[in-house]
């Protein structure tokens, strides 16, 4: 093979590894493999909210089973929607906002004290998670825990711990936004 041959397939192995992890990330090739599989928690995060419990579940639920505002729209859209339950892609920047990450989850809703999300897509193979809502205090306590999962043993585990942080600072602006939104709405009731 000549020099230009053996550059065109390293060019060729290069670009099909680039174009896998872009894909990868964007959750646009998702991998579930069942092989491997290596599991870690997500959280515990905990956010107390001055506004009573059915106020936050209604801010976490709006825009899966309400109106969606215009900035929530660009976000998530609802792709199937049952009397308890969801389908819904949520929309994520990231790498500095030059890419969006695509997620498909289910969101379960057991008013007015827990939402269940579980990933059918995304740039792992397994999520779980859950908001808890409590009554504390004079107001509410919202816990989110999760689990990760990913395959292929060193190198999933390698993988998810490039994904988690991420996964968890993405959690914690939503709790941070939730925790805004149903402050406010509590003081003008």
Do not use: N
Request: net charge positive.
């Amino acid at each position: 093979m000549t020099w230009v041959g053996r550059l065109m397939v390293v060019g060729a192995v290069a670009g099909g590894a680039a174009a896998g992890y872009l894909g990868l990330v964007c959750g646009a090739l998702p991998l579930d493999l069942g092989v491997g599989r290596r599991t870690r928690p997500l959280g515990p995060q905990t956010v107390d909210i001055v506004a009573p419990r059915e106020t936050v579940f209604q801010v976490i639920a709006q825009p899966y089973l309400g109106r969606t505002t215009r900035a929530m729209r660009e976000k998530v859209s609802v792709l199937e929607q049952g009397s308890d339950m969801v389908l819904a892609a949520h929309r994520t920047p990231v790498a500095g906002g030059r890419l969006t990450a695509t997620t498909v989850e289910t969101v379960r809703f057991t008013r007015p004290m827990r939402v269940d999300f579980r990933l059918v897509r995304g740039p792992v193979p397994a999520v779980t998670e859950s908001f808890e809502l409590s009554e504390h205090g004079p107001g509410t306590r919202l816990t989110y825990t999760g689990e990760l999962g990913t395959d292929l043993w060193a190198a999933g585990q390698w993988w998810g711990g490039v994904v988690a942080p991420r996964w968890e600072a993405t959690v914690a602006a939503k709790l941070a936004a939730v925790k805004h939104e149903a402050e406010r709405r509590a003081a003008l009731a």
